[in-house]
């Protein structure tokens, strides 16, 4: 169960990892089919060890650095940079790049590929951009990547924030930017306890859909400041008491028996904690989109968030009928 796929709990579909992930079914060069069957270990013998004196000072710090620490994938950002860079020949930036991946890699799989990939390109003097993320197969390697991609997502959505409460009053720039760390706090827990992420792969899963989550948030208060609001205002009341009834139904099921599956259990404890975070979560950001835009109220919110509580814990129902079948 490395990725479901339930309505509404956010988990990696077609998206930039699982595609990356994907990628490397197929050797990505054009040039492969010119090249007789080498082995990895051929291919980087025939390119020979990286000569430090062929690196510049500042990539010379950075590798020895890397060799000291021995850190995940830190050789291969450093091949990365030198591809991408304009400091080397095009010859013997491609020779410092096979060189830097033949020393870096993680599993034998990505190493394979992402050899293979740049031995073509050394050999026939072409081009070639290293990017690690495009031949990551390993569950540890999803996890890497997807924790530098929410980086990236995180700086860009921090532009964005800043860009669009500038001409706020302080106060009320103030009030969001705290909505949106505790926003980020509940969506972190509730990806670890109630999620179902699962599989080799569950680390990247887990990050991915809290970097999303984030996206969505912020959307939904970059909406709210223009004058935009949802369709469907459910009432408070009929939702309450309709969340209540599904998550009554949750407790019980998972009290006779969590949902279990490879790096994956969700009890009723996991959902309960979740639960009492979730209505801290309510409060505060029905009171902040409220603040922000006056055409719905605190209650309208109230009822909104309320509505989309319950369409989670549903779905969660479902997916436990569809498991015992």
Not at 253 to 259: A, E, N, Y
């Amino acid at each position: 169960m490395s990725g479901h796929t339930i309505k509404g709990i956010p988990l990696i579909q077609a998206s930039a990892l699982s595609l990356i992930t994907l990628s490397v079914i197929y050797p990505l060069s054009a040039l492969a089919g010119d090249r007789p069957e080498l082995s990895t270990e051929q291919m980087c013998s025939q390119v020979g060890h990286i000569e430090l004196a062929a690196l510049t000072p500042a990539d010379r710090e950075a590798y020895l650095l890397a060799q000291a620490d021995n850190t995940l994938y830190q050789v291969w950002e450093i091949a990365e940079k030198v591809s991408t860079g304009s400091t080397y020949p095009l010859t013997e930036k491609n020779q410092l790049t096979l060189q830097l991946i033949c020393e870096g890699g993680f599993a034998p799989a990505e190493e394979k590929y992402a050899v293979q990939d740049a031995f073509d390109h050394w050999q026939h003097n072409q081009p070639f951009t290293f990017d690690l993320c495009q031949y990551i197969t390993s569950g540890v390697g999803s996890a890497f990547c997807a924790n530098r991609f929410a980086g990236e997502q995180h700086i860009e959505r921090k532009q964005r924030q800043d860009t669009a409460i500038q001409q706020l009053p302080v106060s009320q720039q103030q009030t969001i930017k705290n909505a949106v760390r505790m926003a980020e706090d509940f969506f972190e827990h509730r990806a670890i306890h109630e999620e179902l992420h699962g599989g080799s792969s569950h680390t990247a899963f887990r990050i991915e859909s809290v970097s999303n989550q984030n996206d969505r948030y912020l959307s939904q208060i970059l909406d709210t400041l223009a004058g935009n609001q949802p369709e469907d205002i459910p009432s408070l009341d009929e939702a309450d008491s309709t969340l209540s009834q599904t998550y009554d139904s949750l407790i019980q099921r998972l009290k006779m028996g969590p949902i279990e599956d490879f790096n994956l259990e969700v009890t009723a404890r996991d959902v309960e904690s979740v639960q009492r975070a979730w209505l801290i979560y309510r409060e505060q950001t029905a009171m902040m989109l409220a603040s922000l835009n006056t055409t719905l109220t605190m209650q309208d919110w109230l009822g909104i968030l309320t509505a989309e509580r319950n369409r989670q814990l549903s779905e969660m129902l479902e997916y436990m009928d569809l498991d015992k079948r």
